[in-house]
């Protein structure tokens, strides 16, 4: 573990980042619709709450536009974020099965959530190839993760 000048410890990065750090990735954005309300949440009033899909900034209407936005930029992987993805399940599942059968398994896919999803649910994204996801658990529940379904989902994870 390495520390840097400003205190912060790492290891190393993920798949998902090394790809991103690549400008490699494109960003999925499956809905704006959230029920949380997370101090940090950088999404426009055209996302918020909406019921909107966009790869990078394109407006998606089909999953042809999904293709085409990843052909145009090579992508070597997805984030698949919102909103809260997870929300959409069927939709999330719809679109890693599609990413995966036309650019193969190694195409690199994964997801943030800010919810803790059941074992079944995280059965579900795995089977269908979803390689990371990644934990946005809400502030008040840091500093007691243990026993909370949050500690249960990662555990499963």
Request: charged share 25%; with cysteine; proline share 4%.
């Amino acid at each position: 573990m390495q520390v840097d000048e400003s205190g912060s410890y790492s290891t190393f990065l993920p798949d998902g980042c090394l790809c991103c750090r690549k400008g490699a990735k494109m960003v999925l954005f499956v809905t704006g619709i959230c029920r949380k309300t997370c101090f940090f949440c950088p999404l426009s009033v055209e996302r918020k709450n909406k019921d909107v899909i966009f790869a990078n900034e394109r407006a998606v209407y089909s999953d042809s536009d999904v293709l085409e936005e990843a052909r145009s930029m090579n992508a070597e992987g997805t984030g698949i974020t919102g909103g809260e993805p997870l929300l959409e399940l069927e939709r999330v599942i719809h679109y890693i099965h599609l990413l995966k059968n036309e650019f193969g398994k190694n195409h690199h896919i994964h997801l943030y959530t800010s919810t803790a999803p059941s074992e079944n649910d995280l059965k579900e994204l795995a089977d269908a190839g979803l390689d990371e996801i990644r934990f946005h658990p809400p502030i008040e529940i840091w500093k007691k993760m243990s026993g909370s379904s949050y500690e249960k989902s990662l555990s499963a994870a």
